[in-house]
């Protein structure tokens, strides 16, 4: 695991952006896994321009989706995959063949598991997953207590993770299960990069970093991965000791 702190979330997202074209660069048939949430929003718009200027071109590439709110879906405000396909997606003009999204609105929630555990294992893992953290140290959403060898499954999303949720709506939406990526899949992955910016996630990063690997703190097992890249911004690694 490697810790680097960056001046400000600007330098941060474009740092994270041209990582994201080098990867791709040197494997143009790469998978990856991108979060949705606030935190990488700044980066999928450097990245999108590092495309349009032709640095990096994602035409073979994968792309599969982290998480979902359980009973919402790309079109719908707030959901995650709206998120990804507005900033990322949609504007990389992928085809619908290169993108794989929880469908959270079907009946058959675990056989959606099934379906993206399979999209993943047929590409041979992750070549990168890049994740943010929630406020109560969680990863996409696996909330704390949850093992660590699962692979997707659905949730009962936390109280905590319920109310910071509400940020991504217009208006107050019930949010009651996720559908996600397990932390198997993270153990996985080629490699992992934690993106977390804000002075508000400082102690819990400090917790996850520089605490006990537990499941109880899921960012913890970052610790774990060889390949952990943890890229953060001055605000949220201003209580980790050393860095
Ligand atoms: O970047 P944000 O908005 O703080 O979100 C952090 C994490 O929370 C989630 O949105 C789920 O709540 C994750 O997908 C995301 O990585």
């Given amino acids: ?12 997202s474009q740092h994270t952006a041209e990582h994201l074209a080098a990867i ?8 990856l896994c991108l979060a949705s949430g606030d935190t990488p929003i700044e980066t999928y718009h450097r990245f999108v321009n ?53 469908d959270a609105k079907a009946s058959d929630l675990p056989a ?14 992750l070549d ?34 319920k109310t910071v949720g509400q940020k991504y709506f217009e208006a107050e939406t019930t949010l009651s299960q996720g559908i996600t990526l397990g932390l198997r899949h993270l153990t996985e992955a080629k490699e992992v990069i934690l993106l977390v910016s804000g002075g508000k996630k400082a102690p819990v990063l400090q917790e996850a970093l520089q605490g006990p690997v537990t499941e109880q703190v899921p960012a913890s097992i970052m610790q774990t991965h060889p390949n952990a890249l943890i890229w953060v911004d001055e605000a949220a690694g201003s209580l980790l000791a050393t860095v």
Wanted: net charge negative.
């Fill in 1 to 12: 695991m490697t810790i680097q702190k960056f001046p400000d979330h600007a330098t941060l």
């Fill in 24 to 31: 791709i660069n040197q494997k143009p048939t790469a998978t």
């Fill in 50 to 102: 590092l495309v349009r200027d032709g640095r990096v071109d994602v035409s073979q590439c994968t792309f599969v989706g982290l998480d979902e709110w359980v009973g919402f879906g790309p079109d719908d405000f707030g959901s995650c995959s709206f998120y990804v396909f507005r900033d990322l997606f949609n504007p990389l003009n992928l085809r619908l063949d290169q993108v794989h999204v929880f």
């Fill in 112 to 125: 959606e598991c099934a379906r993206i555990d399979a999209v993943i294992a047929e590409r041979g893992g």
């Fill in 128 to 161: 990168v997953l890049l994740v943010g953290m929630g406020m109560n140290g969680h990863i996409a959403l696996n909330e704390p207590g949850t093992p660590f060898t699962l692979g997707c499954h659905v949730v009962e999303l936390a109280e905590s993770t």
